[in-house]
């Protein structure tokens, strides 16, 4: 089934930084790759997300990189704020499921 | 908005009991999903439906079960709870059928402890 690996753990970027986080996976069938944030206390909520035919999308500061030959996929945050600090999780699709499998997610953490 | 509510924020039960989480989108959405999230290890899928009174395995359904007599509800099941199930339980629901792709909406989290 399908595996995805999510790095790095923890990440600490000074505000205005870029911050970047990779995902890879396993089953090159897989074809909807989305990004959710999580703020402490709060439940997940979509900030971007691809589609296998797709391979760059933005949206303001935020922008999502595939690359199927290599099966990864990163986020991209670019003049980070402190509001952007929470929990980042990836997460993929396989092809012929509506199930998505996650990764362990990233905590970004923003210094002001 | 996409409007996914679950019935409790926590809940302390002890070992043993038969413990019922329950979910209710507001959506029409078809799949709904239930999650068990635990520090480190991301988001873990117990079972999902995809339409009423069916219902599909995900990656740790051992001692969870499921149902969902109607399309908004679904229901996670611990049949007998143990410590170990203590954890933070997450229902998302999500439109469209296997042909599509569409995101899944999340509720609050039910953050369940057994003593």
């Known amino acids: 089934g399908e595996n995805v690996e999510q790095h790095p753990s923890t990440l600490s970027v000074q505000e205005g930084d870029s911050a970047v986080i990779k995902c890879t996976y396993s089953d090159s069938a897989s074809n909807y790759f989305p990004w959710y944030k999580q703020e402490l206390g709060k439940r997940p909520q979509l900030i971007i997300d691809?589609?296998?035919?797709?391979g760059e999308k933005k949206d303001q500061r935020i922008a999502v990189t595939l690359n199927k030959t290599a099966k990864h996929f990163s986020l991209h945050i670019t003049e980070t704020q402190p509001e952007d600090s929470a929990v980042y999780f990836c997460a993929a699709r396989p092809s012929g499921f509506q199930k998505l499998v996650f990764g362990t997610g990233t905590r970004l953490l923003v210094s002001p | 908005d996409v409007k996914v509510t679950q019935s409790s924020r926590y809940l302390v039960k002890r070992t043993g009991e038969k413990v019922f989480l329950e979910c209710v989108q507001d959506m029409d959405h078809e799949n709904m999903f239930w999650y068990r999230q635990d520090p480190g290890l991301g988001l873990r899928l117990i079972y999902f439906s995809y339409d009423v009174k069916m219902k599909e395995k995900g990656d740790i359904p051992e001692g969870y079960s499921v149902s969902r007599e109607k399309k908004e509800r679904f229901s996670l099941i611990l049949e007998s709870a143990s410590t170990n199930q203590t954890s933070m339980y997450l229902c998302?629901?999500?439109?469209?059928?296997?042909?599509?792709?569409?995101?899944?909406?999340f509720g609050d989290g039910t953050r369940l402890s057994i003593l």
């Open positions: 691809i589609r296998s035919n797709v």
């Open positions: 998302a629901s999500s439109w469209g059928t296997l042909s599509t792709n569409q995101p899944q909406h």
